[in-house]
């Protein structure tokens, strides 16, 4: 299977980037945030939704990368900043538009179980995913309770 790469530049792309993000594995310690090029990076180990499982078959995790740029600021509530071996499960990422008219910025909300949120207030959506190697076989394949 190839590398999976995405972008969104709109609501209806950011649609696609948290289905492909759901249930994402991710260590907040290895965050980054780039205050030169504004630049907010998350490497998560994402399940591999669009991989087809045979009966019994193994699903598939892969490491990549999740870019969000023309941030102006990060804020997290939640997560505990001391816990190096803390892991998240990104459940969804959300858009709340600037309440100001004809402006394209807002908040990204990257939305993690447990109540743990990060917040990123951007001038704009510009958001990148991209597989940064090969997959590995799971059989912890997510499951919610619907």
Known sequence: MEALKLAAFDTDDLVVVSAHCQDALAKPV????????????????????EKKRRFFGRGERRLAALSIGAVSAVRSSNIDQAADEAVLNLLAIRFTPSEAEDDPGGTVELVFSADATIALDVECIELRLADLGAAWQTENRPAHKL
Do not use: G, M, N
């Open 30 to 49: 290895e965050a980054s945030f780039d205050k030169r090029t504004r630049t907010f990076v998350l490497p998560i180990r994402r399940y591999a939704w």
